[in-house]
């Protein structure tokens, strides 16, 4: 069985930081390329980062260049998002999701997390 479990999301005041965790099992981790979405209330999953399977190369969404950063573990199937400078326009629910290839749009994940709440607050 296949679970992604996303954690380290709150309630933060614009300008802070964050590092969201994504927990990875029940597949090879190390062969997955893995993906952060974010999704606010009334809008289309966002697509914020991606990072390939060992960490050759990362792929951004313009929201996210130049403030957040994506990093992952392959010894402890782990993906994380660094958020820095955060507006309350990055408020929303953060996903985390694994893919076969380098891919920005939601339809190209085949497994996801139930997601972790970030809340910025001005």
């Known amino acids: 069985q296949v679970q992604l479990v996303e954690s380290g999301g709150g309630l933060v005041q614009a300008g802070d930081s964050l590092r969201l965790s994504c927990a990875v099992s029940?597949?090879?981790?190390?062969?997955?390329?893995m993906g952060w979405f974010r999704q606010a209330p009334g809008q289309e999953r966002e697509f914020v980062a991606v990072i390939h399977w060992n960490s050759v190369s990362t792929h951004y969404g313009d929201s996210a260049k130049g403030r957040f950063a994506i990093s992952r573990d392959n010894a402890k199937d782990t993906v994380y998002l660094h958020l820095n400078s955060l507006s309350p326009e990055d408020t929303g629910l953060y996903y985390c999701?694994?893919?076969?290839?380098?891919?920005?749009?939601?339809?190209?994940?085949?497994?996801w997390g139930q997601g972790t709440q970030v809340t910025v607050s001005s």
């Open positions: 999701a694994a893919s076969t290839y380098l891919a920005d749009n939601p339809n190209g994940y085949d497994y």
């Open positions: 029940g597949l090879t981790f190390s062969m997955y390329y």
